[in-house]
């Protein structure tokens, strides 16, 4: 998507409730640049090689500014961390652990100003990045623990999906990856389309537990 069209992205969030937030002038856009450049002057080679960039951000804020986001901070924390996801996509990156953004009040700061500092942080248990995305668009963070799906109450993912098994499937930790088992399920578990019995995942694959459809991301 590259720079601009991270902006573009961000500029949608000036609008609605968001543009009501905004009263101070300052603008999503701007922490976004922000975020980028910590991504962008951070960056270090990991161990296998690969372009590590920070993933949990910390943006200080003035308690004027952060008092006018009450109500919109979850909703721009996830969507500066979905523009900052994409950014990373786009540029080959890699991520110790999934992309957080936080705000935080800082008495030092004058109204208008902000400061962000991007650092890299494991996932929970020293896991990698990687995380669901459910129908309802909310985030389900994976770890270094195996996680259940099925309709069975005690399962990490409970699907009220009639054509889910009780115990339908499980996503397991493979070293810095995950890889989807289907249980011996019913109506089966599907990675883009294709039913399988076992498979590792992709970045973007689209996962599918008898009809209820998810997707994985990467970081």
Do not use: W
Not at 35 to 48: H, K, L, W
Not at 73 to 101: K, N, T, W
């Amino acid at each position: 998507m590259g720079i601009r069209g991270f902006e573009r992205r961000l500029e949608r969030l000036v609008e609605g409730a968001f543009a009501r937030a905004f009263k101070s002038g300052l603008r999503p856009v701007e922490l976004g640049r922000r975020i980028v450049r910590e991504m962008d002057d951070n960056r270090s080679v990991g161990v296998r090689g690969g372009t590590l960039v920070p993933n949990s951000f910390t943006v200080s804020l003035s308690a004027s500014d952060l008092e006018q986001f009450e109500g919109v901070q979850e909703s721009l924390c996830r969507e500066l961390a979905d523009a900052a996801r994409e950014h990373g996509r786009d540029e080959g990156y890699a991520f110790m652990g999934p992309i957080e953004v936080h705000l935080e009040a800082d008495e030092r700061l004058h109204t208008g100003a902000f400061e962000i500092v991007g650092r890299m942080v494991e996932g929970q248990g020293g896991s990698g990045a990687g995380s669901i995305v459910l129908p309802s668009g909310d985030r389900f963070a994976l770890t270094d623990s195996v996680i259940t799906i099925g309709r069975h109450p005690d399962s990490n993912l409970v699907l009220a999906d009639p054509n889910v098994s009780r115990n339908h499937g499980e996503i397991r930790p493979q070293g810095d990856r995950y890889v989807v088992v289907d249980l011996g399920s019913t109506n089966g578990t599907r990675i883009n389309g294709v039913r399988i019995d076992r498979q590792l995942l992709e970045d973007g694959d689209e996962i599918s537990f008898g009809n209820t459809r998810m997707r994985f991301e990467a970081s």
